[in-house]
């Protein structure tokens, strides 16, 4: 797609450079959210390239493009998980869609990972990976700063539990 065709937000002559520095500084980051999340980097690349062409579109409103982006590939995350259940379900009762690789084909830490509930994923990642503060965790997953702390708890724990056992 050339410069020209892309209708750049009506923010000043240099949005197009802030946009362009902004996924240059969060992408990489981004997918990796999205795949501790949803365990396919396909998916993680499509949520991740829909949330920039959304934050696109806001540039002008969007005051802290990381935590909007932290907040809207996590829900979208999410929704592509809740879908590829009820898949599964179908595949289960017969459907003809594919179903997913198992968690039988990672290594020990993916699959104590694949254990957690997609919240839980995603709050881990966010603290250990992004090193991010409870209170923007909380903003990302649209919960209270509590929550996060009993969400890492919970996870840990099961983490633990299933490393022990390899």
Same mark, same amino acid.
């Given at each position: 797609m050339t410069r020209s065709a892309i209708k750049e937000p009506k923010? /000043?002559?240099?949005? @197009?450079?802030?946009?362009?520095?902004?996924?240059r500084a969060h992408y990489d980051g981004m997918i990796r959210l999205a795949y501790v999340i949803t365990?396919?980097?396909a998916a993680a &690349?499509?949520? *991740?390239? !829909?949330?920039? *062409? &959304?934050l696109y579109r806001r540039?002008?409103? *969007? %005051?802290?493009? &990381?935590?909007?982006?932290?907040t809207v590939v996590v829900n979208r995350s999410r929704s592509w998980w809740r879908r590829l259940v009820v898949a599964r379900r179908h595949v289960a009762r017969g459907s003809p869609a594919e179903s997913a690789p198992s968690a039988e084909d990672g290594t020990a830490v993916r699959q104590a990972l694949l254990a957690l509930s997609s919240r839980q %994923?995603?709050?881990?990642?966010? %603290?250990?990976?992004?090193?991010?503060? !409870?209170?923007?965790?909380? &903003?990302?997953? /649209?919960?209270r700063p509590g929550? *996060?702390?009993? @969400? @890492?708890? %919970?996870?840990?724990?099961?983490l633990r539990e299933h490393l022990d056992e390899n």
């Open positions: 923010t /000043g002559g240099s949005a @197009l450079d802030d946009f362009g520095a902004a996924y365990d396919s980097m &690349e499509d949520i *991740v390239q !829909e949330a920039f *062409v &959304e540039w002008a409103t *969007v %005051r802290d493009p &990381e935590n909007w982006l932290h %994923r995603a709050a881990v990642f966010l %603290r250990f990976y992004l090193d991010l503060p !409870e209170l923007a965790i909380a &903003e990302a997953l /649209g919960c929550t *996060v702390k009993s @969400l @890492l708890h %919970r996870a840990l724990a099961t």
